[in-house]
Each structure stands twice: as structure tokens, then as C-alpha cells.
């Protein structure tokens, strides 16, 4: 018979992982990656153990903190999409109550992660969570949602740069861009697929506005501009054959991407939408590292 000690401990360990589900821990690969290229290329290299985790740390911190604020205000269209009806708030799993406490850990967490890099952090953080916010609630009055998130993850290269270097330079803006307009790109993508109830409930984004056909079109433009701003970021920062030869790489699965999904099929978007751009975002990080670090 088990004790009431060990009881505690599984259930406890249960809930991590159902948060863990809730947040997505993994689409972490989307961000992180940036927020490197923006800490190395400040330093010049490696930046330094104590300014590296506690980037670390404040990213993980502030994108489950968007995530839980998204899945909260969600709730009460995720309880009729057929394909969000397994989300830890829909089954019950977690309580709202729980999710409200998750968002102000995380925030502090992330407050006092930007609060020990420098004063500039400090004071940038509360509106970062206020902008991380907002996008949940974008797509109620805006088919312009996807560029919303885009500049959300885009604050990834700013932060990763001010957090060793306090200012604002063109490279890190440059790179800002380029993220920017490759979410807004890979989520029209994502978004195809709930056209249908996005319409029934009113919401907005690209396809429930204009059809999947125009938002496969936009979407492949966005990312077109994406590969240039990530073209001009390198060419900024005066990097060299490493991270163009990655830049080379990251455009061919941009290209794949978009080769793998049409107007009538959709059935590989958790592939482009996933695997791609988890690939993506750690070759152009890996690039950005691997030469700072040469």
C-alpha cells in the first residue's frame, strides 16, 4: 500500500506533466533559438554562463506564460473545435484557478529572470508580458493575428541581444523582422486547418477571412520576406559562410514547407508546421552560434 507521501509525489509529478502539455514545453524550439542568436551575436561568442541561463530562463518563463494566458481566454471556443477538445482546460485536468496561478509564477519568474540582467530588461519586461498577452485576444477583432504572434516570438532576437548588451541595434532589428514575418507565415499555415469553426465563432485570421487558397498565397510571401530579412541579419552582423551556408538550408525547407500542403490537402500540416520550423529555427541558430563561436 502506497503512502500518502508517495501518493503526493505522483500526483504532483502527474500535474507537471499535464502543464507541461498545456504550455507545449517543446514549441520552446521556436523562440529559443533567436534569443541565442541575439545573446551570441551581442558577446561575439559564448556570453558567459549567468547571462545565459537567466535568458534562458526568462524565455521558457514568458512563453508559458502566453501560452497559459491563450489557453485560459480560449476556453470557450476550444470546448467546440473538435481538434482542441483534448486540452488539459477543456478535459478538466486543470482547473482555471490553476491555470491563473500558473500565469503569475510564470510572470514573476520571468520578471525577476529580466530584472537580474540590467535595468533596461527590468524595465522592458512588464510590457513584454503586456504584448505577449494581447495576442490572445487578437484574433477577436483582427485577420492581422498572425503578425501579432509573429512580433511576439520576433521580441526573442531584441531580448537575446539587450540581455548581454543593452541597446538597440540594426542587426537585432533585422533579425526581429525575419521572425516575424516567418510565424505569421508558418501560423496562416496552421490556421487552414480551423477555417471552418474560426467562421462559426466569429474569430478572425487569414483563411476564415479569405480562403485557404489567398492565405497559402500570403503565407508563401511572408516567408519569402522572411528569408530576406534573415539574408540582411547576416549580412549585418558580418557573419560568414556558416551561417549562409545554414540560411541556404533554412529557405529550402521554407520551400519544402510550402510544397507539402495545398488548397484541397492539408493532411502534412502538423509536419510543415512542426517539424519544419523546428528545424528551421535550431539550423539558423546553430549557424549564428557555430560562427561567433569560429
Known sequence: MSSPQVDRSVSLGRQLRVMARMVKVEHSVFALPFAYIGIFLAAGGWPGARPFWLLTLAMVAVRSFAMVVNRLVDLPFDRHNPRTMDRPLVTGEIRPWGAVAAIVVCAVVFWGAASALNPLCKALAPWALVWAAGYSLAKRFTWLTHFWLGSVLALAP??????????????????????????????????????????????????????????????????????????????????????????????????????????????RINVAFFTFNGVIAIVLGLGVVVETLL
Open 158 to 267: 531584441l531580448a537575446g541581444w539587450i540581455a548581454f548588451d543593452p541597446a538597440f541595434v540594426p542587426t537585432a532589428g533585422l533579425f526581429f523582422w525575419g521572425v516575424l514575418f516567418w510565424v505569421a507565415g508558418f501560423d496562416i499555415l496552421y490556421s487552414c486547418q480551423d477555417v471552418a469553426i474560426d467562421r462559426f465563432m466569429g474569430l478572425h485570421s487569414v483563411p476564415a477571412r479569405f480562403g485557404v487558397g489567398p492565405a497559402l498565397l500570403l503565407a508563401c510571401f511572408a516567408h519569402i520576406v522572411a528569408s530576406l530579412f534573415f539574408l540582411m541579419a547576416g549580412w549585418s552582423a558580418g557573419l560568414g559562410p556558416v551561417y549562409f551556408g545554414a540560411w541556404a538550408v533554412v529557405t529550402l525547407l521554407l520551400i519544402g514547407e510550402h510544397l507539402l500542403l495545398a488548397e484541397d490537402d492539408l493532411s
